[in-house]
């Protein structure tokens, strides 16, 4: 039948880009219905009693509506529990082919595109654009065979796809006949569903159900490889488990709802409650996205640092006196943070080395300068970019870096305004930090920390003294692509421009 030689072909697929392998079986092939269950097994990841359910893919038919498949809302990454629809690629009455993008999905990490495993037609389409937070596995839409079956679903909901997503009575399998089906290929499938009805209901109620047999060798109890597994990751034991599978077999559904918690997880539990009241606050996609990213510096970029102490005297003279041009002609007024920017910029063009980024085969060495400034908000740190930073004044700086700051707290920021940034500024000096170390921010090569300026008595020659400001900066680079002279080369040419502010606007 061809709907079950595509879901057969589909149910080989769909685990491929979740890293598991499908089981799959006919529980119907003797009444001619097309039901099929596909249940994928996770490799190298705990599967959750949660999981176990939502692996589940049902193409079903019945008397009231044509053979159709429920789509729910697929698991994009390893960390996802929910998505929201951004927008529906595919209209209703569509065609799809297989591999076709059905909608982009907003996950933790960034926006993916859901992709069709089956060809069709887009028959219902049950949850908006702009739904929020739907959990993976709750039904979103309904794929068909036939384009003439898609007028069926027209007042199809929720409630129905809950319904048709689960076997029908007369779909499930006695124990006789699952005792037909060869030990390995329906064991899973089996923990897909409850216990399998009496066969004679008319007879005296029995006893309900007991402890797994045990061979009679005395070897193992009888439990499915999956179940094992579990138990494993768990740390618990198979005796005295309840099997639900054929025969009192235990499977994976047995184990997570018996499991008796480890040694090692009543300590952790005994831990816990020894730390006094605490609040979990949820972490938002910014700042998930920032704690992947840095955690991928540090365990793949050979980091070092390079410190150098700056004289601002001159550069603190000369913004009080460009501010007080500013002031008169209401033109804002420039920070030492603008200099900064400024400066790099131009110690980049100096010293190109720095501006560059690693790929296998190539040093990549870009010719602008797009200088990225770290900003803090609610949300998580962004980092929003002064594109061409070389070519501007320090007054259109300024402005940028306002107008980005100022989105970037509004959660307005657009990809254009945090893309294609090749140096990071972090300055910490409004908040009284004197020197620190920042995390290169890939796939840049650098990353420049700021400390405030504080006052420092130096030698004017002989016996005078004076006190003059100072700001200590560290560059923090990729050792692969910069290496340490070139890394200072960049530091004494920043420092150029810093003790001598004046080259800045030649």
């Known amino acids: ?140 839409a309904i794929l068909c065979e036939e384009e003439e079956a898609v007028s069926a679903f027209s007042n199809y909901t929720p409630s129905d796809a809950d319904t048709s997503s689960s076997p029908s009575k007369s779909q499930k399998q006695t124990p006789q006949e699952e005792a037909k089906v060869p030990e390995g290929k329906a064991v899973e499938s089996a923990e897909a569903q409850s216990p399998p009805p009496q066969a004679n209901v008319a007879s005296s109620a029995k006893p309900g159900p007991a402890a797994a047999p045990k061979p009679a060798d005395g070897s193992r109890a009888l439990a499915s490889p ?70 991928e510096s540090k365990q793949t970029i050979p980091h070092y640092y390079l410190s150098i102490e700056c004289n601002v005297e001159e550069l603190m003279k000369l913004r009080a006196q460009l501010n007080e041009t500013l002031a008169a002609s209401d033109g804002g007024k420039l920070s030492v943070n603008d200099f900064v920017v400024k400066a790099s910029a131009l110690a980049l063009r100096k010293v190109p080395e720095c501006n560059a980024s690693w790929n296998e085969d190539y040093i990549r060495q870009y010719k602008e300068a797009n200088i990225n400034v770290a900003v803090q908000t609610e949300h998580g740190l962004m980092v929003p970019v002064v594109p061409k930073a070389c070519g501007k004044g320090l007054a259109t700086i300024s402005t940028e870096v306002k107008a980005l700051a100022s989105k970037a707290k509004e959660g307005k920021l657009t990809p254009e305004d945090f893309s294609g940034g090749t140096f990071t500024i972090s300055n910490l000096g409004m908040f009284g930090i004197k020197q620190f170390c920042a995390i290169v921010n890939p796939p840049q090569a650098c990353i420049l920390a700021v400390g405030g300026a504080y006052p420092k008595v130096v030698s004017l020659g002989g016996e005078s003294y004076a006190e003059r400001n100072h700001m200590t900066v560290t560059l923090s680079c990729d050792h692969r692509v910069v290496d340490g002279a070139v890394g200072a080369q960049w530091l004494q040419a920043f420092k150029g421009y810093v003790e001598n502010p004046l080259t800045m606007i030649l």
């Not at 529906?88 to 909608?103: I, P, R, S, Y």
């Open 1 to 140: 039948m061809r709907v079950a030689a595509r879901l057969a072909a589909a149910a080989r697929r769909v685990g491929s880009r979740n890293g598991c392998r499908d089981l799959l079986t006919s529980s119907s092939a003797r009444n001619g219905t097309n039901a099929w269950q596909c249940e994928p097994i996770a490799s190298g990841r705990k599967l959750s009693l949660e999981n176990a359910r939502l692996w589940r893919r049902w193409l079903a038919s019945s008397s009231d509506l044509p053979a159709h498949q429920v789509l729910t809302m697929p698991a994009l990454s390893p960390t996802m529990t929910a998505g929201s629809i951004s927008a529906w690629k595919k209209q209703e009455g569509e065609k799809v082919e297989q591999g076709d993008v059905l909608a982009d999905i907003e996950t933790d990490k960034a926006t993916m595109e859901m992709e069709s495993m089956e060809e069709g037609y887009l028959a219902k389409i049950i949850l908006p654009e702009g739904s929020q937070n739907v959990n993976v596995g709750v039904p979103v």
């Open 226 to 295: 999956l179940a094992r597994r579990i138990a494993r990751e768990l740390g618990t034991s198979l005796e005295g488990m309840v099997g639900t599978g054929p025969g009192g077999r235990i499977v994976a559904i047995d184990v997570h709802e018996q499991a008796v918690p480890s040694a090692e997880a009543s300590t952790a539990s005994a831990m816990a409650a020894a730390y006094p009241e605490y609040v979990d606050i949820p972490n938002t996609t910014v700042r998930k996205i920032t704690a992947a990213r840095l955690l």
